[in-house]
Structure formats: structure tokens, C-alpha cells
């Protein structure tokens, strides 16, 4: 089954500054990977997420990346505030009736004012 | 729109007593998920409903039963509780195999 790897699990940028976050994942057939983001106390929110036909995605200071030929893919935040700190979670799947998303481990991050 | 509600948000219980945890969703979606949550392992799926009358395991589903009432509704018992299923429990709904929406969670303490 599909295995996907998250780093860093924490980070901390001053604000203004760039965040990166990778995942790598192991199935070649997965086709969409999804972003979310979770403030404190709150449910996961989906931020933005990319398929396989495409290589890069941006919505205003976020953006995602994807390599299918190394299996991993990247969320870049520019310009971070402090109302960018909480926990970042990528996932992947196939996007059939039979596969459901898998998450990574998650990313802290912090961003100081 | 209400989106994905979940009682009770926080909850006790002692070793082997059981209790339901309830979710309800107003978008109409087919598909409806619970997921763990548990530090530094991120959101492992214990069962999911791609439509009502259908359920079926995820990642972590021992100890758990789900209940797909109706498409609105999706409950999720624990029959006998364990220390082990102390965690955060998020109820999850989506059209089809796309963006989730998630509900704001149960924190479950079992002693």
C-alpha cells in the first residue's frame, strides 16, 4: 500500500521569510496530493493540492510542486505571517473508489513575528 | 451550512466501558471517514463509507465499529475501551474521492 514520508516535523521562519515541506511517497500510481493545514483545536483544512498532470500549482503565497518521476512533492509558502503557525499535512491516493487518502506525519510550523 | 458536526468534543471513560462517538454532515456527500489522530503519527484511518449501506476498514480499524445510519450520518463505537484508544478522533466527509472536509474533532481520554 501507499507510504508517504513528511519533513521536517517541525520548523520554525522568521516572518516574511520562505517555508518548504516535503513528502515523498511509494505508490508510482497515485495521481492527487492534497495539502492541508490545522490550526489548534481545529479540524484539518485542505489549502491546496495538485494532480498528476500537472508539475507546479500556486494560489497567491502558497504553491505545490510535484515530481512523479522521484515521487515527491513540495508545499512552498512565501511572504510566511504568524497566522501561517500550525501543523501542515500532506497525503496522497489514487483517487479511485477503492483508495483513500493516505496522510504523512505532519509539519509544526511557527513562524515568528 | 453546518458542514461536519461531531458530539460529544471531549470525553472520559474508564478501561472497558464503551461509547459512541456521533457525526453528521450536511453537504451531502457519498463518502464519509473517521480518522485517529495521535502525536507524531499524523491521521490514520480506522473506516470510511463511500455510500450509505457500504463500510469498510481502513489502516487501524481493531477495536472499533462504525455505523453508517444514513447519508447524513456515520457513528463510530467503541465497545470496550482501551488506554490505547486514547487520541483525538476526527470524522471526515467528501463528494467522492477528493477534498475532505473534516469535522472539529473528539478528544478521547481513556484511563
Known amino acids: 500500500g501507499e507510504n508517504v514520508e513528511q519533513h521536517p516535523s517541525t520548523l520554525s521562519v522568521q516572518e516574511g521569510d520562505s517555508a518548504v515541506i516535503k513528502c515523498t511517497y511509494s505508490?508510482?500510481?497515485?495521481?492527487?496530493f492534497p495539502w492541508y493545514k490545522q490550526e489548534l483545536g481545529k479540524g484539518p483544512q485542505l489549502i491546496i493540492d495538485i494532480r498528476s498532470n500537472v508539475g507546479e500549482k500556486k494560489d497567491q503565497r502558497i504553491a505545490v510542486t510535484l515530481n512523479k518521476t522521484a515521487k515527491h512533492f513540495s508545499l512552498h509558502i512565501t511572504e510566511t505571517q504568524p497566522e501561517d503557525s500550525a501543523v501542515y499535512f500532506c497525503?496522497?491516493?489514487?483517487?479511485?473508489?477503492?483508495?483513500?487518502?493516505?496522510f504523512g506525519t505532519g509539519t509544526r510550523l511557527q513562524v515568528f513575528p | 451550512n453546518a458542514g461536519v458536526t461531531q458530539t460529544p468534543k471531549f470525553q472520559v471513560l474508564k478501561t472497558g466501558q464503551s461509547m459512541t462517538l456521533q457525526c453528521a454532515q450536511d453537504?451531502?456527500?457519498?463518502?464519509m471517514y473517521w480518522y485517529r489522530q495521535d502525536p507524531g503519527m499524523g491521521l490514520r484511518l480506522i473506516y470510511y463509507s463511500a455510500s450509505e449501506g457500504t463500510t469498510d476498514k481502513g489502516e487501524v480499524p481493531n477495536g472499533y465499529n462504525v455505523s453508517r445510519l444514513n447519508k447524513r450520518e456515520f457513528s463510530l463505537r467503541l465497545e470496550s475501551a482501551a488506554p490505547s484508544q486514547t487520541s483525538v478522533y476526527f470524522c471526515?466527509?467528501?463528494?467522492?474521492?477528493?477534498?475532505?472536509?473534516f469535522g472539529p474533532g473528539t478528544r478521547l481520554t481513556v484511563t
Open positions: 497525503a496522497a491516493s489514487r483517487r479511485s473508489n477503492t483508495d483513500k487518502l493516505i
Open positions: 471526515a466527509s467528501s463528494r467522492a474521492t477528493d477534498e475532505q472536509y
Open positions: 453537504m451531502n456527500h457519498n463518502s
Open positions: 505508490d508510482s500510481a497515485s495521481n492527487y
